[in-house]
């Protein structure tokens, strides 16, 4: 797609488009609450996040809900208690040494409870894969990319339909956090309704491990930059959260042919009708491969 | 209202055709028939819609799309006027005594002539004909106006008239009366054009060399045309010049052009080809480096045409067009598509008053795009639509009152959606998607009826029928509720030539003039259509890649009713047209999309998919200045267009997109002095709707969007207006000269606005830190964000 982005750049010039930062007063509308629950089997401290809406351009932390209680408990009636950490409104279950966070197969409800009111949803623990390898390749600077390195890993999608992953990528430690870098997969491809079950992840899935080129026109990656990569199995609905988020966070990037602005489906209820959750719960099993660049 | 295939409707049928025959006086043994054709003198070209008219019993008749005219009279002697707009008035006297042939060749008025002679009369044809919500352009005049880089633009131009908007400049298409782009039928020489965009949309694919008569029909839709809801725009080529060789061409900022015209036997059959091609891969060459000689962007198309008088009663054509948007980067990808098409047309006379004509042609729009030129890694994905049909249609000159109009069209189409196979490490995967098939078929009659010298009519029926066909296989889906992907439950596979689905519609067509005066008259138009194609496009402007696919068993027809209203009046000697048109639309099964559809290569495609309804309405003024050193029109427009879909903006009404409720349009000419011809266009509309929203998420360390009111299209950008400039400068004319040149200077965008494309929301572009909140912004995104001055040269040279 970086081809497309490309094409598009060049006509821009061509066609003098222009982008502007505009102020604009918004509507608003009401507050809502936000879960921030995707956690998963690694043997870290696991967090949930209850946060509520916030105008859009509030620019600061959004507000955060405290005092709630939050249970996730498996199929077979095993609880896991989340305890809030100093009114923050992070939620933490800290696992025992070697414990991990749930098990594969198993169904999950999440459970908050706050003045009286209460918020569930559920997911369904499925297998990731593992990352297989981890390559890099020098390249000269080709078509607006500068010259650097360039990693892409491999991994094989599972057989059966409708597996769907979220590949984090990693520099140095730090997550590659921009929207654009969202990688996501739907069996070995980009999304549902292709049938690309049981392959190794298509090219463009293999590359998005790269830091997107910036207006500093920096490499990727030199020599002796960290590669961390992450396979986090996805729920299907998780998938479609990460898949509309990304679109509606990247509407710009080809803006003649952007989708229409849409609110991102979420798997929270709330007991009361008048209220209108939003946010995500998953459970994720993990695998990872780093490698330094020599 | 929908009718399956039953006999009650043959019966409507046969009703309403002799229905037509007893209302009318049967021809009385005495009449004789004057007919042929009226043509330019200067080149042989048919004249489409010119009037001839016998002045002692005030009776006329109005060529056709091919030039020919019919007219039945007691026998005697009479003073014909023949008449066309910017040609002088052909006076003659003729003599019936029994059927005549007359073809009629007339001249183009030259400035000089003008000062002496009063010009014809019969330039009021707005106000007499029964055609309502109908916009003809000539090529003389779009050749005239400011264009985009200098580049004359048929689509573009009619963008400018009463009734017709876009979501945006550079969107690929045009909405007429709250139609979406894949409602209007795009017609060159009676063959369908899927795609009508170079460059995603900022050029249309009419080579203006070759194009003579450009006509849209907003409403008011006659029985002979079909297949699409909201408008048609009929495009009909040059035959080219069968006196003598003619060579046009022009060198642009986009394209250089080169057209050559010549008889092939004088006066019995002559040819057009002309080319284009783009100069935009030598302007981005400093972008690219030394390895990437295998780098293309270009745009180019061929337009040809042939025809050839074989005798008096027959008359053949043969018209093609073949263009291509090409862009390849490196070996490592591409993407290219293009339209062909090819229609073969038989102009017979089975009687002076009986006219044929039998067209058959193809059209295909295709596109491929490739990724990756590794042997083991690579994505190579194309998909096109291709039709075949066969169209024949007979016009009867009852008498001079009656012209009988009825025919036929049937359309084979083969889909392929999506043929894809991706290769990752050395596996191969065909993603690819079944092909579709569907015949379509229509037949229709229509009557232009004189009643009195205030009253006539033109009214028709259509009916149209559809299969959706075999091979193939039959998607049973269940409800999720409103606004949900629905899920397949179900497949039923069928042979080739069987039907999955099939769905027919009656579709009554009516327009009435009625007389109020000399020069006034009120009309009003009714017409229901039908379409049963749709372009799956769920973006702001389409794409080249958005696919056409056929009504099926989840998919229903689209279909709407107009009624419109209009008042003509022209004013100081035909000087000035004036028209107030009020319309009504509404619109049923609207091919809609759930949030976040899926649409590309996904074989479950019809889940994605929703019907909605729709309703526009509007008030059209338009006042045009016809002769003189000035000359030009206004037109302001009043309209809404509203959608209402399940499961969007709370299953509300909402406005379209391309909702723009003021628009108003200014295009003037004017002649200063013998060299010079300065024009000017003004727009301004409403900002068009925009969806923003009210509040931020915070999930995972981003910051989504979120409109807690679920609303769509809930506010609006700012207003567009635009000023373009344009001037011509012709060389000193000096008599017999062959060689003839122009220069045409252009400024777009005069007064250098930015006018908002649209407003989108993002996160600040850095890379968002661990402990910092993310900050976000709104961004107007303008497709032209300074004045583009532009040049060209244009030159003919006649043998």
Redesign the interface.
Known sequence: MK??A??LL??S????????????D???????M?V?A?INTDTVPQVI?L?T??????????PVVSGAEITVTDEDGRSFEFIESDNSGDYIWTPEPGERFGEIGKNYALSISLDGKTYSAASRLSPTVPVDSITYEFR?????EPEGYYAQF?GRDQPGLGDTYWIKAYKNGL?L???QE?NIAYD??P??????DG??????IREAINPIV??DDAPPFVLGDNIRVEIYSLSPEAF?YL???R??????DA???????????TNIFSSEATE?P???FVVSDVSSLEVTVE | MQFKFTPSFSNIFLFFILGIFFSTPLLSQDNVTLSGYVKDASNGETLIGATVFLKEISKGATTNVYGFYSISVPGGTYSLEASYLGFDKLVLTVELNGNKKLDLEMIEESAAIEEIVVVAEREDQNVTNTEISTQKLGMATIQKMPALLGEVDVIRSIQLLPGVTTVGEGATGFNVRGGSIDQNLVLLDESPVYNSSHLFGFFSVFNPDAVKDVKLYKGGIPARYGGRLSSILDVRMKEGNNKQLTVNGGIGFIFSRLSVEAPIVKDKGSFIIAGRRSYIDVLSKPFLNDDLSDTALNFYDLTLKTNYNINARNRIFLSGYFGRDNFRFGSDAGFNWGNTTLSFRWNHLFSDRLFSNITVYRSKYDYELAFGGEEENRFDWNANILNYAFKPELSFYLNPDNLLTFGGQSIFYTFEPGNAVGVSEGESTDISLDKKFAWENSIYLENEQTVNDRFSLNYGLRFSHFNYLGEGTKFIFEENGPGERKTPVAVETFESGESIQTYSNLEPRLSVKFQLDQKTSLKLGYNRTAQYLHLISNSTASTPVDVWTPSTNNIEPQVADQIALGLFKNIKNNAYETSVEVYYKDYRNLTEYIEGANLFLNQFLEGELVNGAGRAYGIELYAEKKKGKFTGWLSYTFSRTERRVDGINRSEWFPSRFDQPHSLSITGFYEAGKRWTLSANFVLNSGTPATFPTSRIEQQGYVVPYNSLESRNNVRIPAYHRLDLAATLKPKDKPGKRFKSEWVFGVYNVYNRRNPFTIFFRQDQNRPQVNLPVSTEAIRFSVVGNFIPSVSWNFKFNQ
Do not use: H, M
Request: charged share 20%; with cysteine.
């Open positions: 081809n497309i490309f094409l060049l006509f010039i061509f066609f003098t488009a222009c982008e502007d930062v505009v102020d604009l918004l509507e608003e509308g009401p507050v809502e936000v921030d995707w996040k946060r809406t916030a105008p859009y351009f509030s620019n600061q932390f959004v000269e600077e080709s078509l607006g491999f997550f956090n921009k929207p969202i070995a491809g999304s549902a309704g292709a049938e690309v392959l190794i992840f298509i090219t463009p910036d207006d479609t898949e509309r988020a679109i509606q966070l990247t509407l710009g803006a003649l042919f952007a989708e229409p602005p849409a609110n991102v489906p209108n939003q946010g995500f």
